[in-house]
């Protein structure tokens, strides 16, 4: 009878032991008081770890216990003088035997080994997941836009509107500075008049057009951080927008004869655009920068946030270019002769 015990680990593999013991020594050792032993062998079963950040729960099986019966001594001595006793052709016959016997064990075990597999059950919260996803995402995205020929163009084009809207700036402050008188406060409300398209051409030209162009221009800072210099840039053009309106109506009503408020195109143009700006202000902050805001309400209201407030914007530009336009109507004199105040304000409505 042949006892063989085969142990594979995970990083190695044990020789193989066998013992022959002969029919007559089993009968023999069987009918003597031999004590017997057992050999207990934890396999342990390893769990796929994970390199996400967030938590992920790891279901593994307990290990594996194995209990092998070892033979006594007095057994293994025993069959160590029987296989003695045997005449070499025997011995050479069971040993081709045993050698045959155990590579057809070993190529089954190699089987076995190839065919099992562990199964880990991994739990990953669905907020991991989007994160994950999101970041993978976020990662192909910004690679694709670094590498598109298009990106580069389009880095060019913000830098040359940067230069273009702090040239515009530039342009309207040498106009008032200049041509209109400059600027003053209540005590000279045509004069204090001048605040309004200053105003205004910071906070809803450049102010507002760098808020939308921030999530394109620095897309490589992280989202809060976008959300929150987009939420600022609009903070500090609606108080801009604020002083032009106090600062044109202000003009109309200290004036010695005061002047009507909202009776042109461009003033209600310009109204719209702010009442715009404002609710645009509002709706993007709850939905977008509040928390408490499902992720699914986000998500259905970005095209919409997004279509009205580029129509703001538009809305604005139309706006000034009319508001510009009819103040150098009523104060360029010979206008139509293109002085140089008229050439500086038909430059400033360019830039626009």
């Excluded at 938590?55 to 033979?71: F, G, M, N, R, W």
């Excluded at 001595?77 to 155990?102: H, I, P, R, W, Y």
């Excluded at 809305?315 to 500086?344: C, R, W």
Aim: aromatic share 8%; hydrophobic share 45%.
């Amino acid at each position: 009878m042949q006892y063989f015990y085969e142990e594979k680990n995970l990083n190695n593999k044990r020789q193989i032991m066998s013992t022959i013991i002969n029919d007559d020594v089993e009968k023999n050792a069987n009918n003597e008081n031999t004590h017997t032993s057992t050999l207990t062998v934890e396999i342990p079963i390893i769990p796929i770890s994970t390199t996400s950040n967030e938590h992920a729960d790891i279901i593994a099986s307990p290990p594996v216990t194995v209990t092998v019966a070892e033979a006594s001594k007095d057994t293994t001595d025993t069959a160590a003088t029987v296989v003695k006793s045997n005449n070499s052709e025997n011995n050479n016959n069971n040993n081709n035997a045993n050698l045959q016997q155990d590579q057809q064990r070993q190529q089954q075990q190699q089987q076995q080994n190839t065919n099992t597999t562990i199964t880990t059950t991994m739990t990953i919260s669905s907020k991991a997941y989007m994160f994950a996803l999101y970041k993978v995402r976020l990662n192909s995205i910004s690679d694709k836009m670094d590498t598109d020929p298009a990106m580069a163009n389009f880095k060019v084009l913000f830098v040359l509107t940067q230069l273009i809207g702090l040239t515009m700036i530039v342009l309207m402050g040498c106009w008032i500075g200049v041509h209109m008188g400059g600027l003053a406060g209540t005590s000279n409300p045509s004069i204090e008049f001048n605040w309004h398209p200053l105003l205004m051409t910071i906070g809803l030209i450049f102010l507002y057009g760098n808020a939308i162009l921030v999530y394109r221009g620095f897309r490589s800072l992280r989202k809060k951080t976008l959300k929150l210099c987009h939420a600022a840039i609009h903070v500090v053009a609606f108080i801009l927008t604020v002083l032009a309106l106090v600062a044109v109506f202000d003009s109309h009503n200290l004036a010695p004869k005061p002047i009507a408020n909202m009776y042109s195109l461009h003033s209600w143009l310009g109204l719209a655009a702010v009442i715009m700006f404002c609710l645009q202000y509002v709706a993007g902050f709850a939905a977008f920068l509040a928390p408490g805001a499902k992720q699914s309400v986000r998500a259905a209201l970005l095209p919409i946030h997004v279509y009205f407030g580029l129509f703001g914007f538009i809305l604005a530009i139309a706006a000034a270019l009319m508001g510009i336009t009819e103040k150098a109507i009523f104060s360029v004199k010979d206008y139509s002769n293109l002085p140089s105040s008229g050439v500086m304000v038909n430059l400033c409505v360019s830039y626009m």
